[in-house]
């Protein structure tokens, strides 16, 4: 699994994400990646084959819930059982695993603000022809110091000293 393989994966689903109007930031090893310390997003073997994860946090509204399954729906996702859950704006996660790769969808972040708050934060990057929003730095370093795994410390550290070369 390479860097471009990532990026491949990242733009494909933001691109359906895209076009359903679906709310997002995208979070995690992607964004970490964005900011500038490059490591593989929460990688995990699979039948011996390396599968990049890919972590997005939803506006969590029922209206966004619903694009979010039409968008899964286009990415050959089965979305039966998801019609049939009772939404719920804080408890709603979901882990959807694709043939290549795996997505997190998280309805709340620990350590942040409202979601509006800080999707008005984000970054607008393009990809090829493709926008993407990324959490802002601020929030992704807020987050990760709550979360304060041994992973994320590593990337604050990392992150931090790439701010202060430039």
Request: a positive charge; one cysteine or more.
């Amino acid at each position: 699994m390479t860097d471009r393989d990532v990026r491949h994966f990242l733009t494909k689903v933001c691109l359906v994400l895209n076009k359903h109007e679906v709310d997002y930031l995208v979070i995690g090893g992607a964004a970490v990646n964005y900011y500038g310390h490059s490591r593989m997003s929460g990688i995990e073997k699979s039948d011996s084959k390396m599968k990049a994860d890919l972590d997005f946090w939803y506006r969590p509204t029922i209206g966004n819930f619903s694009k979010l399954i039409k968008a899964l729906s286009e990415l050959d996702v089965d979305t039966s059982d998801l019609k049939e859950i009772i939404f719920d704006p804080k408890r709603t996660f979901l882990k959807i695993p694709h043939s290549e790769f795996q997505t997190d969808f998280l309805p709340v972040m620990e350590g942040l603000g409202t979601y509006r708050e800080c999707r008005s934060r984000a970054e607008r990057v393009k990809i090829g022809d493709v926008v993407i929003n990324v959490i802002s730095y601020d929030d992704l370093i807020a987050n990760k110091r709550s979360i304060n795994r041994k992973m994320d410390q590593k990337d604050i550290d990392s992150l931090e000293s790439i701010r202060k070369k430039k």
